[in-house]
């Protein structure tokens, strides 16, 4: 990525703002964690599962699908998002 080129958290940020959801709402329709939402458009998360699931539901909205919503992944029992504390964001 160049200097110039937005970041990856930048253009979630702006297609999320574009369609009027909220983080909360993306992560409710994409199945995962708000918290993890906020950290994606902050580009400190990388998960290729979560951002994928996050574009999935953004491409889809996009194109026509207003009531789009991913089942939730399948979590290993006992597994916990290490480093996410804090309240989430609503920006």
């Known amino acids: 990525?160049?200097?110039?080129?937005?970041?990856?958290?930048?253009?979630?940020?702006?297609?999320?703002?574009?369609?009027g959801w909220s983080r909360r709402e993306l992560a409710h329709r994409a199945g995962i964690d708000p918290r993890v939402v906020q950290l994606i458009e902050l580009d400190e998360w990388t998960d290729g599962d979560a951002v994928g699931r996050v574009r999935a539901v953004l491409m889809r909205a996009?194109?026509?699908?207003?009531?789009?919503?991913?089942?939730?992944?399948?979590?290993?029992?006992?597994?916990?998002i290490a480093g996410v504390g804090g309240p989430v964001g609503e920006a």
């Open 62 to 80: 996009e194109s026509g699908e207003r009531d789009v919503m991913l089942p939730p992944p399948e979590i290993p029992e006992g597994a916990t």
């Open 1 to 19: 990525m160049s200097e110039d080129s937005p970041s990856d958290g930048f253009v979630i940020r702006t297609r999320r703002k574009a369609i």
